[in-house]
């Protein structure tokens, strides 16, 4: 499984919804979003496939009946393909016995049929990134700095800051990073959806929107600091 240890610095938290109902896959999708996740969503198998190529992905959510390249046979393909593996959780309406042997076998790491609860959902996404040693429920912390993942609540110090989802993922792309300097590109691909990715200037008014909030919590001015011609970083003098 692609873990913290051998992920390229800066790539953080993504997933990949495959589903292709418009109304599911838009569903999957919301429901992504407002845990706290950047999403990205394709409708078929071969746009699956080609997404993987581009942007490393955490999990993916893979329906089975999918045009042009059903999900059995794309989850082998991304199995066969080698390199840095997402996890994969296969939803199907298949519910038989067979059916989840033949999906685990193709290299799913776990499978749910559909219709399912959205908690009991969330609930197994949480727990297979738990087992690849990527905890979603455990406080970040920057010296007075922290970030609760789950809750998506953030504080410096006593004061709670009130973050957007957007700000609230770029806060926790620049406290992986542990004070290494994040490009404004790794930004947009960890923190934004590939549907709406904005330009680099976009990147740019976040953070300038996010160090108000944060200055107006109390803490200091450069706490995110600016590497001039390459991007961000949490500053080191603020880490304890």
């Known amino acids: ?28 999708s919301e429901m992504v979003e407002a ?3 950047a999403r990205d969503t394709a409708s078929d198998g071969e746009q699956a496939w080609e997404m993987t190529r581009r942007c490393p992905y955490d999990l993916i959510l893979l329906d089975l009946n999918l045009p042009r390249l059903d999900g059995l046979s794309f989850c082998r393909r991304l199995r066969e393909a080698g390199g840095p593996q ?60 922290s970030l609760d993942r789950d809750g998506h609540g ?8 009130s973050l957007t989802a957007t700000e609230h993922r770029l806060l926790e792309a620049l406290m992986e990073a542990a004070g290494a300097t994040c490009s404004k590109e790794r930004l947009l691909q960890a923190v934004w959806n ?35 011609g390459v991007g961000f970083r949490l500053h080191a003098d603020h880490a304890t």
């Not at 499984?1 to 109304?23: S, Y």
């Open 86 to 145: 997402p996890l994969v959780l296969m939803l199907t309406a298949r519910d038989t016995n067979q059916d989840k042997v033949v999906g685990l076998d193709q290299g799913a790491d776990d499978y749910m049929v559909k219709p399912f609860d959205p908690d009991v959902l969330r609930a197994r996404v949480q727990a297979l990134l738990r087992r690849a040693g990527r905890p979603l429920t455990r406080t970040a912390r920057w010296g007075r700095l």
């Open 1 to 28: 499984m692609l873990t913290k240890a051998n992920r390229a610095l800066g790539e953080w938290m993504k997933l990949l919804v495959v589903e292709d109902d418009p109304l599911i896959r838009r569903s999957l």
């Open 154 to 161: 953030a504080r410096f110090g006593d004061q709670a800051l």
């Open 35 to 37: 845990w706290g996740y």
């Open 194 to 228: 590939w549907s709406d990715t904005p330009g680099t200037e976009s990147v740019r008014t976040h953070v300038k929107n996010l160090r108000a909030k944060l200055v107006a919590a109390g803490a200091p001015a450069d706490l995110v600091e600016t590497v001039y």
